[in-house]
Nanobody
Framework: QVQLVESGGGLVQPGGSLRLSCAAS????????MGWYRRTPGKQRELVAS???????NYADSVKGRFTVSRDNAKNTVYLQMNSLEPEDTADYYC?????????WGQGTQVTVSS
């Protein structure tokens, strides 16, 4: 059974930082592209960042220079370091594992940026 479990969300002030983690089980982690997505009410889920098994990275323009995605294949975990957070970053953040036509989602973790 595949499980993706996100953690690290919470409430932070503008300009602050959070680090999200997503621990995967039930998959050969190193083969999967791992992505972080986010969704706000009334909007579609959007890609924030992705990282392949060999470390190729892609970021949404809105987070470039502020967010850093990384993975530890030995720990089956992908991370999203979020710095200089803005109120516009408030959303539910989801982890996704994809390999070809197969993909799996985590349950999400909430991030709120507010003073």
């Amino acid at each position: 059974q595949v499980q993706l479990v996100e953690s690290g969300g919470g409430l932070v002030q503008p300009g602050g930082s959070l680090r999200l983690s997503c621990a995967a089980s039930g998959i050969i982690f190193r083969l999967y592209v791992m992505g972080w997505y986010r969704r706000t009410p009334g909007k579609q889920r959007e890609l924030v960042a992705s990282i392949t098994g060999d470390g190729s990275i892609n970021y949404a323009d809105s987070v470039k220079g502020r967010f850093t995605v990384s993975r530890d294949n030995a720990k089956n975990t992908v991370y999203l370091q979020m710095n200089s957070l803005e109120p516009e970053d408030t959303a539910d953040y989801y982890c996704r594992a994809s390999l070809g036509l197969n993909f799996y989602w985590g349950q999400g973790t909430q991030v709120t940026v507010s003073s």
